[in-house]
């Protein structure tokens, strides 16, 4: 399956019909690849889990009790995915396929190598799926004792391709030097249709309506790493990262409905509508971690984390009554511009007092953030755009 069958499987995660997260119930959950946040963000984080194979995924931790050596923003906590990596001397690798009964297929394969001075990997899988659903709703208003019945059938199907390579030199016996590069391209077409019957208290026919909803969409992303790891000793070490991470998805939807009413006195409605959305999501991360381990019952962590999105979010409608009179809605227009700069660092210590473990730490975090919403006179028209910005400085304490 994918990642998010496996979440799906962990007890206190739910995976919703969307892919979205929840960790408790909270939606406010941080999810990472391999410690960092690897090019997932609100926007495709139920994509790429929806697409990432589970055969990749060696572990997966569940952080109830963040550090403060975390990011705050996820205040239920963080779902870290640690995909395998495995280390045997010389080469070896597998090829896997496997079939579903519902029509979809998946195959991959991977390859590595291992030996005193370097070890490295590449992988790649490809997968196809599909998806049936449907379901039937009635409802009564009570008001005026109305009903309204519905029946509704749907279809996805979504097919990508999934790689990673990396390689890591061991320059000496406490340095390492490591390149990892994650990618993955793909899409889908989604459709549904609904049936709609009102009727009135005597259960006679109001009107009937049909509506239609097709999508597609394509998405490209890759996040590029370079890490570095100094070992002091067998107990200290400092640890630089720097990552790009780069995703966009293009997507047409288009909705159909139709209405007819049985009181001749009544006009039929026609409407016909496609929307483009198109997200372009860029970032860097730069971290450094410093850990010490004093004693086996105390040890102290401190770092910094720099990280650095921009994103762009246009949205164009065209509306008509067919698919031949449609015209570019020009109130509907939008494009949404994103700027974030975070810089923070923390501190933490951890000790050990007879049976009792105890962990203290302190983090403090600078926040900037510019946006700008602009509409079609802003856009084409050089209308002037106010940009919101907002800074702020805060210090997180926690103690367990």
Same mark, same amino acid.
């Given at each position: 399956?994918?990642?998010?069958?496996?979440?799906?499987?962990?007890?206190?995660?739910?995976?919703?019909?969307?892919?979205?997260?929840?960790?408790?119930?909270?939606?406010?959950?941080?999810?990472?690849?391999?410690?960092?946040?690897?090019?997932?963000?609100?926007?495709?984080?139920?994509?790429?889990?929806?697409? =990432?194979?589970?055969?990749?995924?060696?572990?997966?931790?569940?952080?109830?009790?963040?550090?403060?050596? @975390?990011?705050?923003?996820?205040?239920?906590?963080?779902?870290?995915?640690?995909?395998?990596?495995?280390?045997?001397?010389?080469?070896?690798?597998?090829?896997?396929?496997?079939?579903?009964?519902?029509?979809?297929?998946?195959?991959?394969?991977?390859? +590595?190598?291992?030996?005193?001075?370097?070890?490295?990997?590449?992988?790649?899988?490809?997968?196809?799926?599909?998806?049936?659903?449907?379901?039937?709703?009635?409802?009564?208003?009570?008001?005026? +004792?109305?009903?309204?019945?519905?029946?509704?059938?749907?279809?996805?199907?979504?097919?990508?391709?999934?790689?990673?390579?990396?390689?890591?030199?061991?320059?000496?016996?406490?340095?390492?030097?490591?390149? +990892?590069?994650?990618? =993955?391209?793909?899409?889908?077409?989604?459709?549904?249709?609904?049936? @709609?019957?009102? &009727?009135?208290?005597?259960?006679?026919?109001?009107?009937?309506?049909?509506?239609?909803?097709?999508?597609?969409?394509?998405?490209? =992303?890759? +996040?590029?790493?370079?890490?570095?790891?100094?070992?002091?000793?067998?107990?200290?070490?400092?640890?630089?990262?720097?990552?790009?991470?780069?995703?966009?998805?293009?997507?047409?939807?288009?909705?159909?409905?139709?209405?007819?009413?049985?009181?001749?006195?009544?006009?039929?409605?026609?409407? @016909?509508?496609?929307?483009?959305?198109?997200?372009?999501?860029?970032?860097?991360?730069?971290?450094?971690?410093?850990?010490?381990?004093?004693?086996?019952?105390?040890?102290?962590?401190?770092?910094?984390?720099?990280?650095?999105?921009?994103?762009?979010?246009?949205?164009?409608?065209?509306?008509?009554?067919?698919?031949?009179?449609?015209?570019?809605?020009?109130?509907?227009?939008?494009?949404?511009?994103?700027?974030? %700069?975070?810089?923070?660092?923390?501190?933490? @210590?951890?000790?050990?007092?007879?049976?009792?473990?105890?962990?203290?730490?302190?983090?403090?975090?600078?926040?900037?953030? %510019? &946006?700008?919403?602009?509409?079609?006179?802003?856009?084409?028209?050089?209308?002037?755009?106010?940009?919101?910005?907002?800074?702020?400085?805060?210090?997180?304490?926690?103690?367990?």
């Amino acid at each position: 399956g994918s990642a998010s069958d496996l979440l799906a499987n962990i007890p206190s995660v739910e995976v919703d019909n969307e892919g979205s997260v929840s960790l408790r119930g909270n939606s406010s959950v941080t999810v990472w690849i391999n410690g960092k946040a690897s090019g997932l963000t609100a926007d495709n984080q139920a994509d790429i889990l929806e697409m =990432m194979p589970a055969e990749d995924i060696k572990q997966v931790e569940v952080i109830t009790n963040p550090s403060a050596k @975390y990011s705050p923003e996820g205040t239920a906590g963080i779902i870290n995915i640690i995909l395998k990596d495995d280390r045997k001397p010389g080469y070896y690798g597998s090829v896997k396929a496997g079939a579903d009964t519902d029509g979809g297929y998946q195959a991959s394969g991977n390859i +590595n190598y291992s030996s005193s001075k370097v070890d490295a990997y590449a992988n790649l899988s490809y997968r196809n799926r599909e998806m049936k659903g449907g379901g039937i709703t009635s409802r009564e208003n009570t008001a005026n +004792n109305s009903f309204l019945d519905q029946t509704n059938n749907s279809k996805r199907q979504h097919n990508n391709w999934f790689g990673r390579i990396g390689a890591t030199w061991h320059i000496t016996k406490s340095d390492d030097l490591a390149f +990892n590069m994650t990618g =993955m391209t793909g899409g889908g077409d989604n459709n549904e249709s609904i049936h @709609y019957i009102s &009727t009135d208290k005597q259960k006679n026919t109001v009107y009937t309506s049909d509506r239609t909803t097709d999508g597609n969409s394509d998405m490209k =992303m890759y +996040n590029l790493e370079l890490n570095y790891l100094h070992k002091f000793s067998e107990n200290s070490n400092i640890d630089l990262t720097v990552s790009n991470n780069q995703w966009r998805n293009d997507g047409l939807s288009i909705y159909e409905q139709s209405t007819r009413y049985t009181d001749t006195d009544l006009t039929d409605k026609q409407e @016909y509508q496609t929307q483009e959305n198109n997200i372009k999501n860029k970032s860097w991360e730069v971290q450094a971690d410093y850990t010490n381990k004093i004693s086996d019952a105390s040890r102290i962590e401190a770092g910094y984390k720099g990280t650095f999105q921009r994103e762009s979010s246009p949205v164009d409608t065209y509306t008509g009554t067919t698919a031949t009179d449609i015209e570019q809605d020009q109130a509907l227009y939008n494009r949404f511009l994103y700027k974030q %700069d975070v810089h923070a660092l923390y501190m933490t @210590y951890g000790g050990k007092w007879n049976n009792l473990s105890y962990q203290a730490g302190l983090r403090g975090e600078y926040w900037r953030v %510019d &946006t700008r919403s602009l509409d079609f006179d802003q856009e084409f028209n050089g209308k002037p755009s106010e940009t919101f910005e907002k800074d702020y400085f805060k210090l997180f304490p926690s103690a367990f």
